[in-house]
């Protein structure tokens, strides 16, 4: 069992940067890889990120890719979601999530947890 809990999240300017973080717990974290998902109002929740349990690859869907960095630390039972140059349309719900990395064609996620969503507001 792992519970993931969110936080980092909050109002930030366009153009500007933000760093979430993804605490775990349960000891089996570090055998899962681990993402970020967003869901914007009235939208359904999407792939952002995600990272092997390894850390050694990295994916991203395109929209986000050359501004946001994924990273995790096992020994911290951490994961970070580092944002740079936001615009408003980031602006969403941020959900952390450990499970797999589905890699072949489009890239995603299937997740075995969620943690409860953190809130991220761009402002234009």
């Known amino acids: 069992q792992v519970t993931l809990v969110e936080s980092g999240g909050g109002l930030v300017q366009a153009g500007g940067s933000q760093r979430l973080s993804c605490a775990a717990s349960g000891s089996t974290f570090s055998s899962y890889a681990m993402g970020w998902f967003r869901q914007a109002p009235g939208k359904e929740r999407k792939f952002v990120a995600a990272?092997?349990?390894?850390?050694?690859?990295?994916y991203y869907t395109d929209s986000v890719k050359g501004r946001f960095t994924i990273s995790r630390d096992n020994a911290k039972n951490t994961g970070y979601l580092q944002m740079s140059s936001l615009k408003p349309e980031d602006t969403a719900v941020y959900y952390c999530a450990a499970g797999d990395v589905i890699s072949g064609g489009i890239v995603t996620m299937i997740p075995d947890y969620w943690g409860q969503g953190t809130q991220v507001t761009i402002s234009s």
């Open positions: 990272v092997t349990w390894s850390g050694g690859n990295t």
